[in-house]
């Protein structure tokens, strides 16, 4: 594989300060892994990077646990009723007792616990954030809200501990090339470049991360697990586990008249299909207002692809005009809603993206996103008061 390297005094070239993709691509092929902690941070980078500007480019600890608790909590639901591990390290603890398992998936499972004996109905297997607005819902929430405190708190102090300290410990000890950890470990600095080449090259990057993610866990678990490759893989992370229910998906339609917003053509119940505005391969974006009902065509000519500015005029629009709506449906499916991160997380892809990205609209199809596109959408999707957008103001029905 090829590296980026200096000039060093040994009078060789040393790879001293890789590419950051380069970076990522030397983790996935060499780096030494007894579990999934350090893809785990891969992955929680990937999903953090398009919130960060590059003259902001500090990532708190604390947001850093938060989004590495989300990711794993999905990872321990039971498949066929095996509890999937994800380190082959077994490890004793201080009261002599072994831990097999990384500290995050143990610390969920404390949490599964908890659900189970504290709230009616079993939440263990939906979405972090979906717990979360259910468990305020029954009155326990000031003790969830302690148990979940306790465990950002162990997460934070493993991630300092192994993942953040080890992941760029490669063969030949290259110089930084990702982050550096703040003096008082509060807060990881991305280097100059790396927000903007993780959001750029996210899409690529996520399914190599997730496929190494799933033969770790395949290999950790071979004993126990009969199941194809592919079946562990969609149930790790494969996105109908955090989709919204059948009933969220008929409001959804109803919300946008049962008319598709990207094509205006009528939806017929049969034919629904849920989409989401900014791709699942991009970013994994689970808020009511990333999501829009199409037909099942018009979900398919769109698939991965980013939207040209005419159909995010449309988005933008629909999400503006319904807010009331979307926020009431939101709160009456326990589902989770934040209209400015999903346009904060577009905002920056569409800054990282190269003008020659490909982009999808119901009249052109697939198109070039050209000099004139990505202004268009940098002006769409900017602050609120250098918009240029033709949406009506929020408003009821």
């Not at 590059?54 to 646990?65: K, N, Y």
């Not at 989401?276 to 037909?295: D, Y």
Request: aromatic share 6%.
């Amino acid at each position: 594989m090829l590296r980026l390297g200096v000039v060093s005094s040994y009078g060789a070239d040393r790879p001293e300060q890789l590419d950051p993709i380069q970076g990522v691509l030397e983790i996935l092929d060499r780096a030494a892994m007894t579990g999934t902690n350090k893809l785990g941070l891969l992955l929680t980078l990937l999903d953090l990077a398009p919130t960060l500007d590059e003259q902001s480019p500090d990532l708190p600890l604390d947001m850093l646990a938060e989004r590495y608790l989300e990711i794993h909590w999905e990872h321990a639901r039971p498949y066929d009723g095996v509890t999937l591990r994800q380190s082959s390290a077994r490890k004793m603890r201080s009261d002599g007792s072994i831990a097999d398992d990384t500290t995050v998936m143990q610390v969920i499972q404390e949490l599964r616990d908890y659900l189970k004996e504290n709230t009616r109905g079993d939440l263990r297997d939906k979405p972090l954030g979906f717990v979360g607005r259910k468990v305020e819902e029954t009155g326990r929430y000031s003790g969830w809200k302690k148990e979940l405190g306790a465990a950002l708190k162990k997460v934070r102090a493993a991630l300092l501990k192994n993942p953040v300290r080890l992941l760029q410990k490669l063969p030949g000890d290259p110089e930084p090339f990702l982050y550096d950890l703040n003096a008082d470990k509060s807060s990881l600095t991305l280097l100059p470049g790396v927000a903007h080449s993780l959001t750029r090259f996210g899409g690529v990057l996520r399914p190599l991360v997730e496929f190494r993610f799933a033969q770790a866990v395949m290999k950790i678990n071979r004993e126990e697990l009969q199941m194809p490759f592919d079946d562990l893989y969609t149930h790790l992370f494969g996105q109908e586990r955090i989709m919204p229910p059948a009933e969220m998906r008929v409001r959804l339609a109803r919300i946008q008249d049962r008319r598709c917003i990207y094509s205006g053509a009528r939806l017929l119940r049969a034919g629904d299909s849920l989409d989401h505005v900014v791709p699942w391969s991009r970013a994994r974006l689970s808020q009511i207002e990333n999501f829009v009902m199409t037909s099942k065509s018009v979900n398919s000519s769109k698939s991965d692809s980013l939207l040209a500015p005419s159909a995010m005029e449309k988005w933008l629009k629909h999400v503006e005009r319904r807010a009331d709506d979307l926020q009431e449906c939101a709160h009456d499916h326990g589902w989770m809603t934040d209209l400015d991160r999903v346009r904060d997380v577009a905002l920056h892809i569409y800054k990282a993206v190269d003008n020659s990205t490909a982009v999808w609209s119901h009249k052109d199809g697939v198109v070039l996103l050209g000099n004139a596109g990505k202004e268009k959408m940098l002006n769409l999707l900017g602050p609120t008061e250098h918009r240029e957008t033709s949406a009506e103001p929020v408003s009821g029905k």
